[in-house]
């Protein structure tokens, strides 16, 4: 038999041999690793046309994930399997300095159990939303102002070229930068230009909202994207007056698509910029908002992709 790729059979393995001429999809499994008999029972001598279709749950969804399979010689599916969440893997392998046997090829599959994850994952992103919804409830303006959040900071890490995971955090996590608000939400909700004093306080709101999540486990990222939004690459921002690499990737983003946001949103106290003059304001500066404030990099990704976050803005406006 052919050794089995160390890395991958921390996973439950599922093996069989594919020998030329037969179709892969009769090829049976010849051997199936503890890990995987305890989740899913001894699977030994069961074809792998059955074993996609269950995984599939579905002949047709088994055989189209089996052409996949083939064209590809490696997948990644996550589905149910017997009422848990598995991911499944699998590869061709090409063994054919393999000299104990004729096989040209070899399948190595393997099946994560994911069922523990998947339910944390739902447990976390459930607590973000449980207190999005409180700051929802502190101040409807700024409601509709982090969903749009999300869907800018989700692009702008995608063009980055974050990884799934951030990107998928993200996505979940920028909705609480402003959590902090519900703390003054009297000062924040006044219709006219707030005081000197009233905006010192104003400032604080990455403290407070950094205080409502520090050393919670799982949400660590929504910390970074709580205490460094307003951090301006330059230094001058607040609270701590972090600079460039020092404010975290996910405050940096977060704090770019907050300040687009702003200026093409209206306020009860200033009126809302067009797209143009927007572009222009972040492009240029305008003295208050100064193109230094931003990551070079992400400033350059956001003003070349700038339309794809005007649409975004455009429809989830109201
Ligand atoms: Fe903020
Ligand atoms: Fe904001």
Known sequence: MARFDPDFSIFGILAGDLLPGKPI???????????????????????????????????EAGTSLMEKFKESGRISFEGKLFGRFVKFHSRIIDCRDDDACAITQYIQAGITDITESVILKKLLYGTSEALRRAAEAADDDTARHISRINEYSKLLATLQGADVTFIEKIASFAQLHDIGKIKIAQIIRLPRELTREEFSVVKKHPSFGGKMVKGLEGLEMAYDIIMDHHEKWDGSGYPRGKKAEEITLAGRIVGLVDVFDALVSSRPYKKSYDYDTTRAIIAKGDGRVMPTHFDPQLLQLFLENYQRFVSIHRKMKS
Do not use: K
């Open 25 to 59: 999809e009769t090829t049976r499994i010849d051997y199936v690793n503890q890990a995987c008999a305890e989740i899913y029972g001894d699977l030994t001598g069961m074809e792998f046309s059955e074993l996609f279709a269950t995984i599939a749950e579905g002949t």
